[in-house]
């Protein structure tokens, strides 16, 4: 489990304010996606080459990676929208002791409509392709 450290909450559509619901949401969301154990979307991976991306689809078998990327925080899950890298096979995962500070967003008050975004900023466990 990562998270007794603050999460930080912050504004990403005027004139939405982050408020203490929105902090509920935000805990009890990162509380459910901590419980899963495998590499989750939106945590990061050093690739072979050196490069940090976060992952941004899970197959199963393998996750894909991305550089950059919208991560929406849902109940114990992410979805990201952006591009997608080449699939890297479980077996090529492996967990390090890092952790990295992750930006995800979710609907303010949990009410769906647009320009309704809340930012998070939470840790994320960091990986390293073998």
């Excluded at 495998?38 to 991306?53: A, C, Q, T």
Aim: overall charge neutral.
């Amino acid at each position: 489990m990562l998270r007794p450290i603050t999460v930080e909450l912050y504004q990403i559509n005027y004139p939405v304010q982050p408020d203490d619901r929105d902090m509920v949401i935000a805990k009890e969301r990162l509380n459910r996606l901590d419980a899963e154990m495998r590499p989750r979307v939106g945590d990061y991976i050093y690739m072979k080459n050196g490069n940090l991306e976060r992952f941004s689809y899970d197959w199963n078998n393998g996750l894909q990676t991305c550089i950059n990327g919208s991560f929406y925080l849902g109940y114990g899950y992410v979805s990201m929208s952006g591009s997608l890298n080449g699939l890297i096979p479980n077996d090529r995962i492996k967990l390090t002791s890092e952790q990295k500070i992750g930006s995800f967003w979710f609907f303010h008050n949990d009410c769906a409509c647009a320009h309704h975004g809340v930012g998070v900023k939470a840790l994320c466990r960091v990986y390293q392709e073998t």
